[in-house]
């Protein structure tokens, strides 16, 4: 399993960003497909998921009602739109996915199995 991470920059507090994670590998119909951050001397935390399959998605709630999370099953892409980023959302982002995930534990980072290399995203005030 391969995940291509994408799309972080530099933005104003009040802008937007969309992040994509590109899945590669195998099949993912079963996957879970998540986004964590991890800000500099911060534990990574949980941001977004969703199955592959569809369903309603999973949001944490410092981004409920800004952050969206789809994914574009014809290119194996999942996205994470990100409006009035704030500047306590500057971190790495990163993508994982895992095949096993249940309800109890698709917000705790140690249960995905895959994940992608980071995208940087800073939001300045």
């Known amino acids: 399993v391969q995940l291509q991470a994408s799309g972080g920059g530099l933005v104003q507090a009040g802008g937007s960003l969309r992040l994509s994670c590109a899945a590669s590998g195998r099949t993912f119909s079963n996957y879970v497909m998540g986004w964590f951050r991890q800000a500099p001397g911060k534990e990574r935390e949980f941001v977004a998921a969703i199955r592959w399959r569809g369903g309603t998605p999973w949001y944490a709630d410092s981004v409920k009602g800004r952050f969206t999370i789809s994914r574009d099953n014809a290119k194996n892409t999942v996205h994470l739109q990100m409006n009035s980023l704030k500047p306590e959302d500057t971190a790495v982002y990163y993508c994982?996915?895992?095949?096993?995930?249940?309800?109890?534990?698709?917000?705790?980072?140690?249960?995905?199995?895959?994940w992608g290399q980071g995208t940087l995203v800073t939001v300045s005030s």
């Open positions: 994982a996915a895992d095949p096993t995930l249940i309800t109890t534990t698709i917000k705790l980072s140690g249960a995905y199995d895959h």
